[in-house]
């Protein structure tokens, strides 16, 4: 299910690149447009100047997440994020991504000296809270992805199981919007942590 999300993403985005323009943009076009912007925009309020260089890993995110989030409506497929290990990829990588911006924005040594907290004569305390809160952020991630993905995937097949027809439409709904609000909040969290590694203080 995870490769064939990677297809998908593959095959929109060589639609969208080969069918882009400026005179007549298509639907398509437009949607993917908004989509660029809305990310752009909420990257440039959380993390401030020249967060435009994140929109793309974002963008790519947001869509991976979404794309394996609807998998799950589709009959006899099965959402990617519902197993524990497809959220817990997706939070590692965004793990070493915003580590990898902090240390190349402000430099190894400053960066290290922000685990240490604003008071140095605390910074022996500061320093194991900190490493334990930065690695916990892939358990939070991969947890709240997997929990909901999964309960939405169990209360589906449950309720298909036991009323085929009518009242599952009313899940597959609720599914829906469970899928967009998970991706949503995951994309959301991941920027959040770029700001914090990225933004430097004055």
Known sequence: MEVLVVAI????FLF???????????????????????????????????????TAFLSALFLFILIGNLLGLIPTFGAPTADPSVPLGCAIV??????YHGVRTQGALRYAKHFLGPVWWLSWLMLPIEIISH??????????LFANMFAGDLVTLVFLSLVPLGVPVIFLFLHLGVSLLQAYIFTLLVTVYLAGAVVQEH
Request: charged share 20%.
């Open 135 to 144: 690695t916990a952020r892939m358990m939070s991630l991969t947890i709240r």
């Open 9 to 12: 993403l593959i095959a929109f």
């Open 16 to 54: 969208v690149r080969f069918r882009l323009s400026v005179e007549k943009p298509g639907a398509t076009q437009h949607v993917t447009e908004m989509l660029h912007q809305f990310i752009e925009d909420q990257s440039a309020d959380i993390i401030g100047p020249h967060s435009e260089r994140f």
């Open 94 to 99: 965004a793990w070493i991504y915003y580590n």
